[in-house]
């Protein structure tokens, strides 16, 4: 399984692992970082870990967060992710396709 069938496999809601890439179906991670998870709508939220987004991690889990970009119905900032945006199962000012 590649990183791109990761992020295609969070989308649909089932698992899937390649490398540093991981998803259970609901959260999406990079390394042990989460970079995604599905709100109580079903809506799969992605936090924007690059420097574009506020909080550069790695340029790994930079990669990670592009490809699963296509995949998101939103993309929330690094920052309002930190603040609670992810970890509480909120999405706040989220931007959706």
Do not use: C, P
């Not at 809601?13 to 599905?38: C, P, Q, V």
């Not at 987004?53 to 790994?60: E, I, L, M, N, Q």
Request: glycine share 14%.
């Amino acid at each position: 399984m590649t990183n791109v069938d990761v992020a295609s496999q969070w989308a649909r809601g089932r698992r899937g692992t390649s490398g540093n890439m991981r998803t259970d179906g609901a959260d999406l991670f990079s390394y042990w970082l989460k970079i995604g998870h599905t709100d109580g709508r079903g809506r799969k939220v992605l936090a924007d870990f690059s420097k574009a987004g506020g909080r550069y991690y790695s340029a790994t889990t930079s990669r990670h967060v592009s490809l699963a970009r296509g995949a998101a119905d939103a993309v929330i900032s690094a920052r309002e992710a930190v603040a609670g945006g992810v970890t509480n199962g909120t999405i706040g000012n989220a931007l959706y396709r």
